[in-house]
């Protein structure tokens, strides 16, 4: 068996679309955590969005009301995750559990009140994926690169943006004078609690747009569960980056490539069992941790410690 | 202070929440069903309540789908007092469910699948007036436990025989979701239907490694297709729906598990094979109301009881002839002139 036939182009453009609502869900929780908010709860955003993303498409039978809907839900969803660990001071390690258990009941609640317990569920129109003109056409990089759907694209955007903003601008100071020694910025007249509100709504978005590209990209319904652990593989990713956005996007493609990869192998018929092969994402995200702790870690020093004056 | 009360108050939000998504799990019943426990707790279906524990949930148009219609369709046969399910049982607290449910004065409780078995044994000995029944299982020495032993292997065989016919590259693909003794058995009589119709056909065999994760089922499938599958069997329980429309959308041919996943792939679902466990279940119920719920009970899971049904044959995807083909072997199968090598569990 000619092993390096495994890493063809699909190969790459799986790694590449599986690994989008991971780097989402990840940048948005890079921000929140520079700004020294610790949301284990990104799996229930993403439920939550996904979720939404099929209720608004179900309900104006267009997938941008879905994208518009889950926005505002991640908006919400923000500010009630802000009201109780900012304001409140209320533990953000729990607060966020509480957030994926009390969202993994109430999506598939919802769900089957809505469309009722139903053997396949109710498809709804989707984002189709869009081939960029020329660019598409490149031989092996135009397949691989540039025939995703519009929130992969948005995802990839999305590590740039956060990058511009938290090292080349003000704000991006100011955020991360926040998760440092927020006191100290307090003092520069920064407005420690209005920011952190910010970062928990930015961070919140990404995790429910990460849904809507389950739900309404990648699928065209809403399965009970359908986020499977994404939450966590993206909260993993953050500390496997170093709290930087570039890092979360090599942790997400990490995982993105794990997955292309072992999923291949289990068709290459390799003698290793399945469930091995199966958790070889996790395998490779644990060796890189391993091999990231060497160096001094950026872990933002005031993380989930509340703010009081 | 205020922010204490406040933080009370939000705690006893989620709180509420969590109990709605109990309700919604239908695992949580307001009160004890009535008619409940005790010695003259058998005979007379109308006392009688029931619960199931499902390892995937009661939308997988697979496996734990079948299981929950199975014991709503015997409520309603047998006028039980209560029927209830828990979804997506792990294994951490499959006792402590079991528990709750017989401590709660449940008549009849069901363990959907083999990997409830010990579970159950550990449990049953607590609540010697309790019956339970596990599906997949062969069980000896216990009064109160029966096994439901389910042939997978028959529904896999027909499937993998009817691909073999269809597959124009030899390359026939089965994606199932994880791998536990229902799956491995699915999968073995998938590979000897396969052997059985075209011995020069490949099986691939991949699992999703997941029950619900459709988006990773449908790359899964595009994997296969990508490297040369033409056709798949799905077995995938609630993540099985990626592969559907994986197969729906690059035009690949696919053997469903339901008539209804059939209707989401009009074009490329040449059959389905289903579980219908109805008539397991009605057997365990009807045994306990009738007072025959012992350790000599036998119910069988097969093609000949009626736990597989085979439909939905489509005419543009499949010949009269590999119709015809395909439907004997379902007879054969019934009537036990084909009997399958039995995969043993470890």
Same mark, same amino acid.
């Given at each position: 068996?000619?092993?390096?036939?495994?890493?063809?182009?699909?190969?790459?453009?799986?790694?590449?679309?599986?690994?989008?609502?991971?780097?989402?869900?990840?940048?948005?929780?890079?921000?929140?955590?520079?700004?020294?908010?610790?949301?284990?709860?990104?799996?229930?955003?993403?439920?939550?969005?996904?979720?939404?993303? &099929?209720?608004?498409?179900?309900?104006?039978?267009?997938?941008?009301?879905?994208?518009?809907?889950?926005?505002?839900?991640?908006?919400?969803?923000?500010? &009630?995750?802000?009201?109780?660990?900012?304001?409140?001071?209320?533990? *953000?390690?729990?607060?966020?559990?509480?957030?994926?258990?009390?969202?993994?009941?109430?999506?598939?609640?919802?769900?089957?009140?809505?469309?009722?317990?139903?053997?396949?569920?109710?498809?709804?129109?989707?984002?189709?994926?869009?081939?960029?003109?020329?660019?598409?056409?490149?031989?092996?990089?135009?397949?691989?690169?540039?025939?995703?759907?519009?929130?992969?694209?948005?995802?990839?955007?999305?590590?740039?943006?956060?990058?511009?903003?938290?090292?080349?601008?003000?704000?991006?100071?100011? $955020?991360?004078? $926040?998760?440092?020694?927020?006191?100290?910025?307090?003092?520069m007249g920064i407005h420690v609690i209005a920011w952190k509100y910010g970062m928990s709504v930015f961070g919140n978005v990404c995790a429910c747009v990460s849904g809507v590209i389950l739900s309404i990209c990648f699928m065209n319904c809403f399965v009970d569960n359908i986020s499977a652990g994404r939450g966590y593989m993206a909260v993993a990713c953050v500390i496997l980056g170093q709290w930087s956005p570039v890092g979360a996007l090599l942790g997400g493609l990490i995982f993105g490539a794990g997955n292309a990869l072992q999923m291949?192998?289990?068709?290459?018929?390799?003698?290793?069992?399945?469930?091995?092969?199966?958790?070889?994402?996790?395998?490779?995200?644990?060796?890189?941790?391993?091999?990231?702790?060497?160096?001094?870690?950026?872990?933002?020093?005031?993380?989930?410690?509340?703010?009081?004056? | 202070?205020?922010?204490?009360?406040?933080?009370?108050?939000?705690?006893?939000?989620?709180?509420?929440?969590?109990?709605?998504?109990?309700?919604?799990? +239908?695992?949580?019943?307001?009160?004890?069903? /009535?008619?409940?426990?005790?010695?003259?707790?058998?005979?007379?279906?109308?006392?009688?309540?029931?619960?199931?524990?499902?390892?995937?949930?009661?939308?997988?148009?697979?496996?734990?789908?079948?299981?929950?219609?199975?014991?709503?369709?015997?409520? @309603?046969?047998?006028?039980?007092?209560?029927?209830?399910?828990?979804?997506?049982?792990?294994?951490?607290?499959?006792?402590?469910?079991?528990?709750?449910?017989?401590?709660?004065?449940?008549?009849?409780? $069901?363990?959907?699948?083999?990997?409830?078995?010990?579970?159950?044994?550990?449990?049953?000995?607590?609540?010697?007036?309790?019956?339970?029944?596990?599906?997949?299982?062969?069980?000896?020495?216990?009064?109160?436990?029966?096994?439901?032993?389910?042939?997978?292997?028959?529904?896999?065989?027909?499937?993998?025989?009817?691909? +073999?016919?269809?597959?124009?590259?030899?390359?026939?693909?089965?994606?199932?979701?994880?791998?536990?003794?229902?799956?491995?058995?699915?999968?073995?009589?998938?590979? *000897?239907?396969?052997?059985?119709?075209?011995?020069?056909? *490949?099986?691939?065999?991949?699992?999703?490694?997941?029950?619900? @994760?459709?988006?990773?089922?449908?790359?899964?499938?595009?994997?296969?297709?990508?490297?040369?599958?033409?056709?798949?069997?799905?077995?995938?329980?609630?993540?099985?729906?990626?592969?559907?429309?994986?197969?729906?959308?690059?035009?690949?041919?696919?053997?469903?598990?339901?008539?209804? *996943?059939?209707?989401?792939?009009?074009?490329?679902?040449?059959?389905?094979?289903?579980?219908?466990?109805?008539?397991?279940?009605?057997?365990?119920?009807?045994?306990?109301?009738?007072?025959?719920?012992?350790?000599?009970?036998?119910?069988?899971?097969?093609?000949? /009881?009626?736990?597989?049904?085979?439909?939905?044959?489509?005419?543009?995807?499949?010949?009269?002839?590999?119709?015809?083909?395909?439907?004997?072997?379902?007879?054969?199968?019934?009537?036990?002139?084909?009997?399958?090598?039995?995969?043993?569990? /470890?």
């Amino acid at each position: 068996m000619d092993f390096l036939a495994i890493f063809n182009q699909d190969f790459f453009y799986t790694a590449i679309r599986m690994a989008a609502p991971i780097i989402l869900a990840a940048v948005g929780e890079v921000m929140l955590e520079r700004a020294g908010i610790f949301n284990l709860g990104i799996e229930g955003g993403i439920l939550f969005g996904a979720f939404l993303g &099929v209720l608004g498409s179900y309900l104006f039978q267009t997938p941008w009301m879905g994208l518009v809907l889950a926005i505002l839900g991640g908006v919400v969803l923000g500010f &009630v995750f802000g009201w109780a660990t900012i304001s409140l001071g209320a533990n *953000q390690a729990v607060t966020g559990t509480g957030i994926n258990i009390l969202f993994l009941g109430l999506t598939s609640l919802l769900a089957r009140m809505i469309w009722g317990v139903r053997d396949v569920p109710l498809t709804v129109p989707a984002f189709q994926d869009i081939s960029i003109p020329l660019l598409s056409d490149i031989p092996v990089l135009g397949p691989v690169f540039f025939r995703h759907s519009l929130l992969v694209y948005v995802s990839y955007l999305m590590v740039l943006v956060a990058s511009f903003v938290l090292y080349k601008t003000t704000w991006g100071l100011k $955020i991360r004078a $926040i998760g440092e020694y927020p006191k100290a910025a307090d003092t520069m007249g920064i407005h420690v609690i209005a920011w952190k509100y910010g970062m928990s709504v930015f961070g919140n978005v990404c995790a429910c747009v990460s849904g809507v590209i389950l739900s309404i990209c990648f699928m065209n319904c809403f399965v009970d569960n359908i986020s499977a652990g994404r939450g966590y593989m993206a909260v993993a990713c953050v500390i496997l980056g170093q709290w930087s956005p570039v890092g979360a996007l090599l942790g997400g493609l990490i995982f993105g490539a794990g997955n292309a990869l072992q999923m291949r192998l289990q068709i290459y018929n390799v003698p290793i069992p399945t469930s091995i092969l199966l958790v070889i994402p996790m395998v490779l995200a644990l060796v890189m941790v391993l091999l990231v702790r060497g160096k001094a870690s950026a872990r933002p020093a005031a993380l989930s410690k509340p703010y009081e004056k | 202070m205020k922010k204490r009360i406040a933080a009370l108050t939000l705690a006893a939000a989620m709180t509420l929440g969590l109990t709605a998504c109990g309700g919604g799990g +239908g695992s949580q019943p307001s009160s004890a069903p /009535s008619g409940a426990g005790g010695s003259d707790g058998q005979g007379g279906g109308d006392g009688v309540s029931a619960a199931i524990l499902l390892p995937g949930t009661i939308n997988d148009a697979g496996w734990s789908a079948a299981g929950y219609n199975g014991l709503m369709q015997a409520k @309603d046969e047998y006028g039980l007092a209560a029927a209830d399910y828990s979804e997506s049982v792990p294994l951490a607290e499959q006792e402590s469910t079991i528990r709750d449910y017989a401590s709660r004065g449940y008549n009849l409780i $069901i363990g959907h699948g083999n990997d409830f078995l010990d579970a159950i044994k550990s449990v049953s000995a607590e609540f010697p007036d309790t019956a339970f029944a596990v599906t997949n299982s062969v069980v000896e020495g216990y009064d109160n436990v029966v096994g439901i032993d389910v042939k997978n292997e028959e529904q896999g065989y027909v499937a993998g025989y009817a691909l +073999g016919l269809l597959t124009q590259s030899n390359k026939v693909g089965f994606v199932g979701s994880t791998e536990g003794l229902a799956q491995k058995r699915v999968e073995n009589g998938f590979v *000897q239907g396969l052997a059985a119709s075209n011995p020069s056909a *490949q099986p691939v065999i991949t699992y999703v490694g997941s029950m619900d @994760d459709s988006a990773k089922a449908k790359e899964q499938a595009n994997a296969l297709f990508d490297e040369g599958v033409d056709c798949i069997f799905q077995y995938a329980q609630g993540a099985g729906i990626g592969v559907v429309q994986a197969a729906e959308e690059s035009g690949k041919t696919i053997v469903v598990t339901s008539p209804s *996943q059939q209707e989401m792939a009009p074009n490329t679902a040449a059959m389905y094979v289903q579980t219908d466990t109805k008539q397991q279940i009605v057997s365990a119920v009807k045994a306990y109301t009738e007072g025959n719920f012992n350790s000599s009970l036998k119910i069988e899971g097969t093609f000949a /009881s009626g736990l597989f049904k085979v439909g939905g044959y489509s005419d543009s995807l499949m010949s009269a002839d590999v119709q015809s083909q395909v439907q004997k072997v379902v007879d054969d199968l019934t009537s036990g002139a084909i009997q399958l090598e039995v995969t043993a569990a /470890s």
